[in-house]
Nanobody
Framework: QVQLVESGGGLVQPGGSLRLSCAVS????????IGWFRQAPGKEREGIAC????????YYTDSVRGRFTGSLDAAKNTLYLQMNSLKPEDTAVYYC????????????????????????WGQGTQVTVSS
């Protein structure tokens, strides 16, 4: 059974930093797509940082590029998201999700169509940016 467990969320002041982790267990393959998503109250879920176990880079959506850094420790099946220069508009529930195959390049998984291939989702972790 595939499980994803996010951790590292919390309350932080504007300009601060947080590091999220997503531990993946039970995945029956070394080749997968994976990413971070977030959903703020009243807004649609958006893909913010996506990669695959085969590509050597992470795709970032415009709203986080230059502030957030994703990294994948394939040996530990753990995905990280380092979030710097946080803004109040970053407040959301953050989720990680994984596809047990590789259906496309990293940007695909952050797109609306790519979401449909992400079969497994974590429970989410709340990030609140407020003074």
């Amino acid at each position: 059974q595939v499980q994803l467990v996010e951790s590292g969320g919390g309350l932080v002041q504007p300009g601060g930093s947080l590091r999220l982790s997503c531990a993946v267990s039970g995945l029956p393959t070394k080749y997968y797509g994976i990413g971070w998503f977030r959903q703020a109250p009243g807004k649609e879920r958006e893909g913010i940082a996506c990669t695959t176990s085969s590509d050597g880079y992470t795709y970032y959506t415009d709203s986080v590029r230059g502030r957030f850094t994703g990294s994948l420790d394939a040996a530990k099946n753990t995905l990280y998201l380092q979030m710097n220069s946080l803004k109040p508009e970053d407040t959301a529930v953050y989720y990680c999700a994984v596809d047990d195959q590789i259906h496309g390049a990293p940007h695909y998984y952050c797109s609306a169509s790519g979401n449909s291939d992400l079969s497994y989702w974590g429970q989410g972790t709340q990030v609140t940016v407020s003074s």
